[in-house]
DNA sequence: GTCTATAATCGGATAGAC
DNA sequence: GTCTATCCGATTATAGAC
């Protein structure tokens, strides 16, 4: 339930949004949603076209809602090293995961290019993102010349969206925490040998 | 459908295990692993007591199949590096993503113990192991000893199972691929360099 | 815009015949 | 052991009243 200060449609939006992070698509019901919105079946009808289109919306905004933060974090200044390792350790929900990234294993939104385009799109652009941030770092001569923009940038995303998976298994930020330590150890001397 | 040479109980065991893999644990019905089995409903429910019982035997034979697997790969001799090489760039059917791993995004898996302790511990087991591979690498001297064994394990799994999220994001495997090579290229100096 | 009614199908399971 | 019948609630809507 939401504050009536949000129209029935924005309800409906957070409403898909939180459900989708938690449950993902094919666990989240429009029975649910309606519910967790505290609109009716004709209210949502009414103003999307379905689950999918609901879905649609829900997932744009969260992906907008992830590069803005995301974003916020790489311009605090400082050396690629720092900025990377700001988006590294910046807090995070961790037991709930990424409600982008969880979004990769549900079978109905990899099937489907509409709802999939968003989340590629997202963690496309975060790839890239970062690649950009590892190359400032290599016009610096910040880090070692070996490195590979788009694969350290791979290998930053990916421990970021594997931690979640050792963090839920083991109902424990701890294992994400660790993974994060691990790579910035790995990548810390690479910026100063240089 | 299998072989007529499996038996019933083992039919309706593949079966799950394979609609788990590819639709997770909400997203599987037992409709649809009596159909994916050649099974009626009867005979399912004589064999296990329902969908719980029925996703646990899968699950422990995944995670058994898992640890073999992957053990094989760290077999293979040579230093510690090439170890947890062998290990990121075994072949592996990436965008299908990780059969134990995707189980983490399961609202009902995380949420029950009995379902999530198969889980927890194959993902614990393979952190250990890999940190002991890590352990034995600094034991030689291999590794720069600013390495912290159990984090480096993290930052490897993590990689691999946020791997699967680029892959299935994009479409294409190249992004697990990325991230494997960035974060050997990181360990492979700490490696050299001590 | 929102509500209630209706409906076809699925989900998860039990009962009892064979 | 396997089959069919049956059950009850959920899913994903559509129709039409208000």
Known sequence: MYSGFMSTPERLIEATRE?????????????AIQQ???????SMYHHFAGKPDLALAAIRRTAEEMRAATEATFGG???AYERISAYLLRERDVLRGC???RLTMDPEIIAGAELRAPVDETLDWLRGRIAEI??????QGEFADTLVPREIAAAVVATVQGGYVLARASGSPDAFDAGVRGLLSLLAPAAKTQ
């Open 19 to 31: 459900l989708l992070w938690e449950r993902g698509y094919v666990g989240t019901s429009p029975k």
């Open 36 to 42: 967790q919105a505290g609109a009716g079946q004709g």
């Open 77 to 79: 200044g400082g050396t």
């Open 99 to 101: 409600p982008v990234g």
């Open 134 to 139: 590892v190359q400032e770092g290599l016009d």
